[in-house]
Every structure is written in structure tokens, then in C-alpha cells.
């Protein structure tokens, strides 16, 4: 498998793993730490999880496979995010984000431990907090980079002009941006974020590449239209229809790497042959249209 530069530090495998269904996997942490070296057999060798995926459990369940099986860290790029929490308001859940200096300081040192590992090779601002204060928020994360709790640190769900004023105050060091990207949402193109990566030259991370499984909802109008033409493009190449999502994504000249959201091996095996699929450049515009939310001018 390919890999994506995304700093001189720091490298990515060109498809990821995600973890956030983690929980709902019902795994032993012995079938986790399978499921992590069947991705790192793969060449998948980048794993993203986060503080909230399920209140913190999500970070603990691969830390408990990283403190059994200790060669496996040293294999991988972790990716762990922080920024969104929950407060029990007359006891109902009210979700916040918080990115001050303190708070992120604190949550990184308590992602390391939930993780059992030392560093994480790469930690982000996990959505972009409309109180957030830029200055403050890259004093923490450039402290982060200095003590060495992260190799590289980037941001997630980022509008351009948020990426902008944090990368500024950053003195142009994040190295990411991990957004949502699929045939059925297109808010990155629409906001410019995915034009401002491209002329920057820094790689997005894509989380939902199969819009977290609704394009294969049946009574969904636009993942149904979206399908149909990607089924259409799959059976020209003899390949799955998600095969052909995740070679739509890797197409483009920003260099995004997907993020595989299943527990399903063979669902990363589809996503793994997207890197020998070649589009033709009309192609790419027919999934870009297909599900009619999208019009070229
Ligand atoms: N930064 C952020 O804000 C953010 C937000 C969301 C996610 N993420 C990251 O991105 C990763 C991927 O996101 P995601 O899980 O939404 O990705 P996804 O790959 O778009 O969706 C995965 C879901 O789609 C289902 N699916 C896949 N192929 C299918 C098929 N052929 N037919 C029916 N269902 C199918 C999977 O079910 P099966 O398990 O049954 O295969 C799973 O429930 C996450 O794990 C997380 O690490 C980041």
C-alpha cells in the first residue's frame, strides 16, 4: 500500500482504519489485536479513534490491546482526537466543545494513558469550536508537539476559514484536516475547504467515505441515484461498488485518504483495491453529479 506524506515526520498509510464502531464490535481484546494486524498485514497501517467515541471506551479498548500486545504500537500511526464533551445538565446530556489550552493539555495526557502508549503520531482538534480562542488552542497544541505526546497535529471538520486562522497561529504546522467526504456530501467542496487543502498541499483524512453505510439505504433518494451510477461505473471495471467509491476519493489531486469505518475485513480488501482502479476524468464528474446534489455550471 501506498503511503501519504504528511509531514517529514510523519507518514499515513493511503486508506485507514477507523474505530469508532469499535464498541458495538463485540470484540475480545485479543480479536482486536487481530483485527489490527490483519490491517497492518494489509499495509493499513494508520488507526483513528477519539476521546468521545463512546465516552472515552473506545480509546481504552485499543489501549488494552497495545498494553497485551506490545510490538503492535510501534507498527501503526495512531490518530486520537479531543474537543467534544458532555455535560449533564438536570440530568440530560449537553454536548459542547472545549478546545482552551488547559483542557486539551489534560485530555491528551489522558488519551496517552487510556491508550497505554507514550506519544500519538497524530492529534487533532476534533470539530471546529465557534468560541474557540486560536491563539490559546495552538499554544496547547504546539506544547503538545513539544513534549513529544504527538509526532504531528492537525484539526478535524474545519471550515477554510477556521483551518486558516488556527494553521496561522500554528506558524502553518497542522497537517490535516479529517473531514467528511462521500457521493452523497459535498460540504468541503462547497465551503472551498478541499480547493485551500489542494493549493496548500496538505492531505484531508475522509471519515464516512460510505456515508456511514446510508448509501446502501434503500428509500434514500440520493444515495439510491448516487448508486446507481456508481454500480454502473463498477460493473465497466469488474470491481465493487465500493471499490469505485474509494477510488473516487483517492483521485483527486488533494490526496485524501479514506477512513474505513467497518470491522468487515473484506469491506477494507474493496477500499485496499481502490488504489488499482483508475477513473477516467469523466467518470470522476459522473459520481461527482450522480446524486443530482451537484451541477457543473
Ligand atoms: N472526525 C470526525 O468527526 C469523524 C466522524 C465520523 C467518523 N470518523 C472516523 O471515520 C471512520 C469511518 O467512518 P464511518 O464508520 O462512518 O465509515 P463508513 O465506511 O462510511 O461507514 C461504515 C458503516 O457502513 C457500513 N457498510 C459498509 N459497507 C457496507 C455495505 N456494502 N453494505 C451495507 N453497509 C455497509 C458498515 O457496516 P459493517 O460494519 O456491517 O460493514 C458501517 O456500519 C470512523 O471509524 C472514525 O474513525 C471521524
Known amino acids: 500500500m501506498k503511503t501519504i506524506k504528511l509531514s517529514e515526520k510523519l507518514s499515513i498509510s493511503a486508506v485507514a482504519q477507523g474505530y469508532w464502531r469499535l464498541d458495538g464490535w463485540d470484540f475480545s481484546t485479543d480479536q482486536l489485536i487481530e483485527h489490527m494486524h490483519a490491517c497492518v498485514e494489509r499495509g493499513v497501517t494508520t488507526l483513528d479513534t477519539a476521546e468521545i467515541y463512546a465516552d472515552t471506551l473506545c480509546e481504552t479498548l485499543m489501549g488494552d490491546a497495545f498494553r497485551k500486545d506490545k510490538g503492535l504500537r510501534g507498527q501503526v500511526q495512531l490518530v486520537t482526537k479531543t474537543g467534544i464533551f458532555r455535560a449533564n445538565v438536570n440530568s440530560e446530556n449537553f454536548t459542547y466543545y472545549d478546545t482552551t ?160 469505518g467497518s470491522k468487515n475485513l473484506n469491506r477494507l480488501d474493496a477500499a485496499i483495491k481502490a488504489e488499482d482502479v483508475h477513473l477516467k476524468h469523466f467518470e470522476w464528474y459522473e459520481i461527482y453529479t450522480a446524486s443530482g446534489q451537484q451541477a457543473l455550471r
Not at 205 to 221: K, N, T, Y
Request: glycine residues 6%; negative net charge.
Open 101 to 260: 489550552y488547559e483542557r486539551v493539555m489534560k485530555s491528551c495526557k489522558e488519551s496517552l494513558k487510556r491508550l497505554g502508549t507514550d506519544y500519538v503520531d497524530l492529534y487533532l482538534i476534533h470539530r471546529e469550536d465557534p468560541c474557540i480562542d486560536f491563539a490559546d488552542t495552538a499554544r496547547a497544541l504546539k506544547q503538545i508537539k513539544k513534549e513529544g505526546l504527538a509526532l504531528e497535529v492537525g484539526v478535524s471538520n474545519f471550515d477554510p476559514f477556521k483551518f486558516d486562522a488556527l494553521n496561522r497561529e500554528m506558524g502553518g504546522e497542522l497537517v490535516t484536516n479529517q473531514i467528511e467526504w462521500n457521493p452523497v456530501c459535498f460540504e468541503h467542496f462547497n465551503s472551498g475547504m478541499i480547493d485551500f487543502l489542494t493549493q496548500k498541499k496538505i492531505h484531508p483524512m475522509i471519515w464516512s467515505p460510505l456515508a456511514g453505510g446510508r448509501l446502501f439505504s434503500q428509500g434514500d433518494a440520493l444515495s439510491e441515484k448516487a448508486m446507481a451510477k456508481i454500480t454502473e461505473i463498477a460493473q465497466r471495471y469488474g470491481v465493487e461498488p465500493t471499490t469505485i467509491i474509494y477510488a473516487w476519493i483517492m483521485y483527486h489531486p488533494v490526496g485524501a485518504v479514506p477512513i474505513v
